[in-house]
């Protein structure tokens, strides 16, 4: 079978390589759709965070096609989307269900290099420890809505991690799928007022179709706290959500917040910023950061299911496999980009 492998610097090449075997506690999913993530396209910019030799593709859905002797609770044929997370279970923040700081978390599919962690843009996918990543699908769940729980348990994540409430105002700095989510999330919640920052847009006009209130290009706007003010109506923003890795970003998620504001920190920016602390004194404002998920999965299913998130307004493509570096890879890099999610199928 073919498997996208991230070699070098855009060059993201499909190899051919075995159908994986499984052991006794693993499964085997044939792979339906697979997501484009946003760390997927950075490492395909420069490969430091996902390093050249990663088979990549770590959100998807599928159905188990082999289970191994172990697994209990599951059985071939079951409509499926996994955590591509490791969890030993031994080290501190395991042992205190803080899987998603797992000291190894990142030998994951999709995420490390080898075919031992191959990932899922290819036909099929090895899932270890099956019992502790497997998920099951209802019927009321699409394919392409299965491989958004992933995304989507990482900006569930991130809003439970905050210090939200119904009724505060928020606003959200990034609208990609991260960001997307976060406001889908908000708005059920009840959120007063979501603001989007947003750049993109294609992206600003589906900030809107999730429930952001306003959204805000920041190359127009020259004074930030100025705008948030009236659009607030003098009161600021309670939470902010950096789904960015835009390094200007930072300022401005922290100048926008209120006394007492709180920043919830998505997007992975890697490089020094220059900041003034003293505003964090001033405002006596709060800097939460949010990794992925924990126990996000089911709870994140369970709204799919219920149908009252707009998560297919994500979805701006569906490509096959042997396309994934000209209409994805190189489409999301564009400067002109007009893709937010691209789904993949092996077919």
């Not at 959200?172 to 947003?198: N, R, T």
């Not at 504001?261 to 006596?284: H, K």
Request: overall charge negative; proline content about 5%.
């Amino acid at each position: 079978m073919k498997a996208a492998l991230l070699k070098a610097a855009k060059q993201v090449a499909l190899e051919e390589i075995p159908v994986p075997e499984i052991s006794s506690d693993e499964a085997l999913v044939e792979v339906k759709y697979c997501g484009i993530c946003g760390t997927d396209v950075a490492s395909y910019r420069n490969p430091e965070f996902f390093p050249p030799g990663t088979y990549l593709g770590h959100e998807f859905s599928g159905v188990i096609s082999k289970l191994g002797s172990d697994v209990q609770g599951f059985k071939v044929g079951d409509r499926v989307t996994a955590t591509p997370m490791w969890q030993c279970g031994k080290c501190e923040p395991c042992k205190h269900g803080l899987v998603n700081l797992c000291e190894v978390m990142m030998d994951g599919i999709g995420c490390a290099v080898g075919l031992e962690f191959a990932g899922a843009f290819a036909k099929y996918v090895r899932i270890p420890q099956a019992e502790k990543r497997l998920y099951k699908l209802p019927d009321e769940v699409s394919f392409e809505e299965g491989a958004l729980v992933e995304p989507l348990a990482t900006s569930l994540h991130a809003t439970r991690m905050s210090s939200f409430r119904a009724g505060n105002h928020t606003m959200v700095l990034g609208m990609g799928g991260i960001g997307l989510g976060v406001a889908m999330f908000l708005k059920h919640a009840g959120a007063g007022l979501i603001i989007a920052s947003e750049v993109n847009k294609k992206r600003a006009a589906d900030a809107k179709k999730v429930g952001a209130d306003y959204v805000i290009n920041p190359k127009d706007v020259s004074d930030w706290k100025e705008e948030i003010t009236k659009l607030t109506g003098g009161r600021g923003i309670d939470n902010s959500y950096l789904c960015t890795n835009a390094p200007q970003a930072f300022k401005c998620s922290t100048e926008v917040l209120r006394y007492r504001g709180q920043l919830t920190m998505i997007g992975l920016i890697t490089q020094e910023i220059p900041i003034t602390p003293v505003i964090i004194n001033m405002g006596e404002l709060n800097i939460q950061g949010s990794l992925i998920y924990t126990d996000e999965f089911n709870l994140v299913i369970d709204l799919l299911k219920k149908g009252v998130i707009p998560a297919k307004e994500m979805i701006s493509s569906k490509i096959k496999l042997n396309d994934i570096v000209e209409k994805g890879f190189e489409r999301l890099i564009s400067p002109d980009c007009e893709e937010n999610k691209i789904l993949v199928s092996p077919e």
